[in-house]
C-alpha cells in the first residue's frame, strides 16, 4: 500500500508551546507481540509517526521501533529512560503509576491501545471452568503474577472462590511467549495444556481440534476491557510535547484506517508481524466486534480496585485520567 493513498489527514493542531529544537531527534518505541499492537505495527511500516512529527514543525525525527515479549523489561525499560514509549497492559501502567506518583518522574500513559478480550484456552477435555484446573495443568501467561492475562486470572479466581484466595490458580502459571504457547497448546504434546491468550493466537488455538475456550476476560470483567496502553517515560512528554502529539495523531490515523482499509492492515500486520495466515482470514480477525481500535480506556478502573483490594497498589486512582496525560482526557473513558 503506497503511504500517499492512507491520505486521510487529520485536522492540523495547533502550533505547540515549546520550540521544535529543544525536543528529541529520536523517539523511542516499543510494542509486545500479537495483534493488539497492530496500530503500532501501521505506524512504523507507513512513518505516521514521521508524518505527523513533521506536519508539527519537526521534519527530521528519527523514530526507533523494537518488540519485547512480556511487560517485565517493558517496565525496566520505561523507568531507566532506553524507551520513551511503550505498550504495557494495564497491571502494568497501574503499577508504573503507582509506584511513581506524586513525583517529579510520574508516570502516565498517553493512550489506550485498543479495547480486546484475553481467551483463556486449554486441551484439556475435563477442564470446563477455572474450577476445573488442578495441579497437573500448566497455564501458560506473558509474565506469571504481572502480565494483564495473570491478574485476570486471579481476578475470576477471586470472584470464583473470595478475594482472598484470588491468588489460588497462579502456581499453575508459567511465564511464555505467545507463539511458543500457542504452538504447545495445539500441538497436544507439550506440558503447556493452557494458555491465556491474546488475538490473534487464541483464533488460531480455538480453530485446532481439542483445543476449547474455558474463559473469556470480557466476562469477568462485564464487558469490553483495556488491553494494552501507550506508556510514556518519565518527563518525555513534558520535555517533548510535539513529539507526544505526533504519537499520537499517528496512533488515531490508524484507527481511521483500521475501520477503513481493513484488508491493507492486514498485509501490514501479516507482513510485520510474519504471521503465515492469509489476508481473508486476518482481516476478518481485525474487524471482529470483539476488537476495539481506540485510544480511550475502559474499564481500567476495575483493574485499579482488584489490585488495590488485594494489596498490590498502594494508592487507589480517583479516575482513570489520573493515570494518562491531558492529550485523551477529553474521551469517554473508565
Request: overall charge negative; glycine content about 8%; proline content about 6%.
Amino acid at each position: 500500500m503506497r503511504r500517499r493513498d492512507l491520505g486521510l489527514g487529520l485536522l492540523a493542531m495547533p502550533a505547540l508551546g515549546r520550540g521544535a529544537r529543544a525536543e528529541a531527534s529520536t523517539v523511542r518505541i516499543v510494542r509486545q507481540i500479537g495483534l493488539p499492537h497492530l496500530p503500532l505495527m501501521v505506524m512504523e511500516h507507513e512513518k505516521l509517526v514521521e508524518k505527523h512529527a513533521a506536519r508539527l514543525g519537526l521534519p527530521s525525527l528519527v523514530t526507533s521501533w523494537a518488540t519485547l515479549g512480556g511487560p517485565g523489561a517493558m517496565i525496566d525499560g520505561l523507568l531507566s529512560g532506553q524507551v520513551d514509549f511503550g505498550v504495557v497492559g494495564a497491571p502494568g501502567l497501574l503499577t508504573l503509576w503507582d509506584k511513581t506518583v506524586g513525583t517529579a518522574r510520574e508516570v502516565r500513559a498517553l493512550s489506550c491501545v485498543q479495547l480486546q478480550p484475553f481467551l483463556l484456552v486449554t486441551n484439556n477435555p475435563a477442564v470446563k471452568t477455572i474450577a476445573d484446573f488442578t495441579e497437573k495443568d500448566r497455564i501458560a501467561v506473558p509474565t506469571a503474577k504481572i502480565s494483564a492475562q495473570a491478574l485476570c486470572l486471579e481476578m475470576a479466581a477471586a470472584q470464583l472462590w473470595g478475594d482472598t484466595n484470588y491468588d489460588r490458580l497462579d502456581p499453575l502459571t508459567v511465564t511464555l511467549g505467545h507463539p511458543e504457547a500457542a504452538a504447545g497448546v495445539m500441538s497436544g504434546k507439550s506440558p503447556i495444556n493452557s494458555h491465556y491468550a491474546v488475538s490473534p493466537f487464541y483464533y488460531y488455538e480455538l480453530a485446532t481440534p481439542g483445543v476449547h475456550l474455558v474463559l473469556k476476560s470480557s466476562e469477568t470483567f462485564g464487558g469490553n476491557h483495556v488491553n494494552g496502553t501507550l506508556v510514556a517515560a518519565p518527563g518525555f512528554a513534558k520535555e517533548n510535547p510535539i513529539i507526544t502529539a505526533a504519537v499520537l495523531a499517528a496512533q488515531e490515523e490508524v484507527n481511521q484506517l483500521i475501520g477503513s482499509h481493513p484488508e491493507d492492515m492486514a498485509r501490514i500486520y501479516i507482513d510485520s508481524a510474519r504471521d503465515t495466515h492469509g489476508v481473508e482470514e486476518m482481516t476478518r480477525i481485525i474487524v471482529d466486534p470483539d476488537n476495539v481500535w481506540t485510544t480511550v480506556p475502559q474499564k481500567l478502573m476495575v483493574f485499579a480496585s482488584f489490585m488495590h483490594t488485594v494489596g498490590r497498589l498502594k494508592h487507589m486512582p480517583a479516575a482513570w485520567t489520573d493515570m494518562f496525560l491531558p492529550n485523551v482526557h477529553g474521551g469517554q473513558g473508565s
